[in-house]
């Protein structure tokens, strides 16, 4: 009886998590489909034109110089990103003499559309090594200052600082990414942040996985096809990824899984201060096994931001919550916590 209880129990969750995965798939699917009229009108010679505010029309040749001669080392940029919660430096380094297409103020769709067909003959490499300080700050304060945090439990399942640094289930990766990439220049401002949009392949690797702010020696390696992109103005920030892969463990107690991830975050000090889509944060992501496509994790997280014109800044907060199927862990990690519901709360500044 009380084995049939948890699997009713289990069973609203992994419901929920099929029927979103299946809504997700018909939108990009929808979204593939328009990719062939994109590449027919880009030409043969597979060539992105650039494209500026005025929707879709080249760019003058000045806003984007050709690649000059000279060994391929001397063109290989460094492309740092910094984050509370992912940080990150990577080398570019162009696999053609073709320079990196600029597309301005292009829509959303254009920008989509421009990606997905370079992707399919890759034009970059890009080497990137990223650390994830909040999800790591947190594995710091439960090891070494447990007092303390015991001191942030508030009832039995939930801790305000897990609920906080919940992030990666990684310290730190090492990643190799080939595909396309794109630059978001605007003709007269200066740039900030990375301004480049990205889509390929992506291979990542990381020695170490947390679960629960416990450090656990795990040999991870994960797959996927990403498209993932930041373009930051004067009083403008959009960011997006969407992502479908799969993730695969040396440690025998935890399961491969198959996943799928969509998250946009967009910030704009001109729209008014209450206005709600356009200064929001979506973040979902769902994992199946690789066998029977059992749903193991759900993670749903929204955010609003608050931008200060005057700063040239916002302020914000995400909500959310990750549940986890027990059958995601094996032998003494299934039983690392009581719970499978972890709360998440995340307060965000944006530059």
């Known amino acids: 009886m009380k084995r049939a209880a948890c699997n009713r129990h289990l069973r609203l969750p992994a419901l929920v998590g099929r029927a979103t995965f299946c809504l997700l798939t018909a939108v990009m699917s929808l979204f593939l489909q328009s990719a062939p009229v994109f590449a027919a009108a880009a030409g043969a010679d597979c060539l992105v034109s650039e494209v500026n505010s005025g ?5 003058p040749p ?19 990103d910094y984050d509370l919660y992912y940080t ?3 080398l570019e380094i162009p696999l053609t003499n073709a320079p990196i297409p600029n597309l301005g103020t292009a829509s959303e769709q254009e920008v989509y559309r421009h990606l997905f067909f370079n992707s399919l003959h ?8 990223s650390v994830f300080p909040m999800p790591l700050a947190g594995v710091a304060l439960k090891k070494f200052t447990p007092d303390f945090y015991r001191s942030a439990r508030i009832g039995d399942d939930f801790n305000l600082i897990e609920s906080i640094t919940t992030g990666f289930p990684e310290p730190y990766a090492a990643t190799l990414f080939v595909g396309d990439i794109v630059d978001f220049i605007k003709p007269g401002e200066k740039q900030a942040g990375s301004n480049k949009g990205y889509m390929g392949y992506l291979f990542s690797y990381s020695n170490q996985h947390i679960r629960r702010n416990t450090l656990i020696y795990d040999n991870n390696y994960e797959i ?25 463990h040396d440690n025998p107690e935890i399961q491969n899984a198959l996943y799928i991830g969509i998250r946009r975050n967009n910030v704009s000090c001109n729209a008014p201060f209450l206005a709600w889509l356009d200064n929001s944060n979506v973040q979902m992501r769902l994992d199946f096994s690789q066998t029977e496509l059992n749903l193991l994790r759900q993670e749903y997280i929204i955010g609003k931001s608050y931008p200060i014109k005057k700063w040239q800044k916002a302020i914000g907060v995400d909500v959310g919550l990750i549940w986890e199927n027990p059958d995601l862990y094996k032998g003494r990690l299934r039983y690392l916590d009581r ?8 307060p965000q500044i944006e530059f």
Do not use: Q, Y
């Open 55 to 59: 929707g879709g029309h080249p760019d």
């Open 62 to 80: 000045e806003s984007a110089p050709p690649a000059g001669p000279g060994p391929w080392w001397s063109r290989v940029t460094v492309a740092p």
């Open 88 to 90: 990150s430096v990577g």
């Open 122 to 129: 890759p034009r970059f490499l890009l080497l990137e090594a």
């Open 224 to 248: 996927e096809w990403k498209l993932k992109g930041e373009r930051n103005f004067t009083g403008e920030h959009l960011s997006w990824s969407f992502r479908i892969g799969a993730k695969l």
């Open 339 to 346: 719970n499978g519901i972890t709360i998440v709360l995340r």
